[in-house]
Nanobody, 129 residues
């Protein structure tokens, strides 16, 4: 069974950086797509970015504007989200999710309305002084 475990969240000051990790296990195919999403209290889920495991192709939401970067380390079966220049409005629970289709992930990140096949439980990021 697929398991996704996020880590790396915590308290950071405005302007600071965090690197989130998503460890993937139990997926029996050699190709998958990981997306990063976030949800702030009282707000809808918001897509951030997607990455393919095979060639590292990415897709980013427009609002990221270069502050967030998704990457992968296939040897560790881990996907990362590097977050720089953090703002208080970035405060949210950050989730990674898996699907077999890049198209599904792109749609989910773009609209937030299409579900992914499996989700982690999230890691909380709090940006505050």
């Amino acid at each position: 069974q697929v398991q996704l475990v996020e880590s790396g969240g915590g308290l950071v000051q405005p302007g600071g950086s965090l690197r989130l990790s998503c460890a993937v296990s139990g997926f029996r195919l050699n190709y998958y797509v990981i997306g990063w999403f976030r949800q702030a209290p009282g707000k809808e889920r918001e897509g951030i970015s997607c990455i393919r495991s095979d060639d590292g192709t990415t897709f980013d939401a427009d609002f990221v504007k270069g502050r967030f970067t998704i990457s992968r380390d296939n040897a560790k079966n881990t996907v990362y989200l590097q977050m720089n220049s953090l703002k208080p409005e970035d405060t949210a629970t950050y989730y990674c999710a898996l699907d077999a289709s890049m198209r599904v992930c792109r749609t989910a990140v773009s609209s937030g309305t299409v579900g992914m096949d499996a989700w982690g439980k999230g890691t909380l990021v709090t940006v505050s002084s």
